[in-house]
């Protein structure tokens, strides 16, 4: 089994940057698609960003390309997503995801897509 603990969220005057972790624990070498999501109150969950393990490029949603970067770390076994210039339409409880299994582009961004989620962090962007 995986664990995903998510963590760095808060609150944020427009412009402004946060750094996402979310610390895997367990099974974590059987993961190969890992996924950053975001929910925002009454809207259902969207994607974010992607990543695949064994392939450097990584996946966004077009309304936050050049502004967040998903990164990896295996030895640390932590996905982060690092935001800036955040926008008050970025406001959402943001999650951690993976999957055993080896997403297409057409799926990644697919919640169902996802086996494993975490409990998710809440940023929240205001002046």
């Known amino acids: 089994q995986v664990q995903l603990v998510e963590s760095g969220g808060g609150l944020v005057q427009p412009g402004g940057t946060l750094r996402l972790s979310c610390a895997a624990s367990g099974r974590t070498f059987s993961m190969n698609t890992w996924g950053w999501f975001r929910q925002a109150p009454g809207k259902e969950r969207e994607f974010v960003a992607a990543?695949?393990?064994?392939?450097?490029?990584?996946y966004y949603k077009d309304s936050v390309k050049g502004r967040f970067v998903m990164s990896r770390d295996n030895a640390e076994n932590t996905v982060s997503l690092q935001m800036t210039n955040l926008q008050p339409e970025d406001t959402a409880v943001y999650y951690c995801a993976a999957t055993s299994g080896r997403l297409i582009l057409s799926t990644l961004r697919i919640p169902d897509s996802y086996d494993v989620w975490g409990e998710g962090t809440q940023v929240t962007v205001s002046a």
């Open positions: 990543i695949r393990r064994g392939n450097s490029a990584q």
